[in-house]
């Protein structure tokens, strides 16, 4: 896609540093980084969400985190790491190019997760499962 800048990256029209590429997927160090080392894997085919993956991409993508994981663990010494994925807008997605993010994370980095919420009755949370399921039969 002509606007998407990760589409430009893939293209080589931007320069990015990259830690893995296969035939499908790029992963390259975000350029705004919560914990040094935060790497980005794409599919190289420009698609939107997590939504427009198709299963043999799906599974490659697991593929391309599990080994630049790995490449976390052993190359920068992390105790662990987070993977996340914004999809749409109200969820933060910032570029509308499917992508994870690969965060590594070090014990005692000060980094927080998201706060937690309850819900108010085993009636709301059983209603709210409902709308789900619901949801997903529509698809």
Known sequence: MKDC????IVQGNI?????YETGNILAFLDISPVIKG???LIPKKHMVNI???P???A????DAIQKVGQGLINGLKADGFNIGMNNFEAAGQLVM???YHL???FFKDGLKLWPQNSYESTDEMNDVAERIESGISMS
């Open 5 to 8: 800048i990760f589409c430009q």
């Open 55 to 57: 299963g043999a991409l």
């Open 97 to 99: 190019h499917a992508h």
């Open 38 to 40: 935060h790497t980005l």
């Open 103 to 105: 965060i590594p994370r």
């Open 59 to 62: 599974s490659e993508l697991q």
């Open 51 to 53: 939504l427009d993956l």
């Open 15 to 19: 320069p990015c540093v990259k830690v």
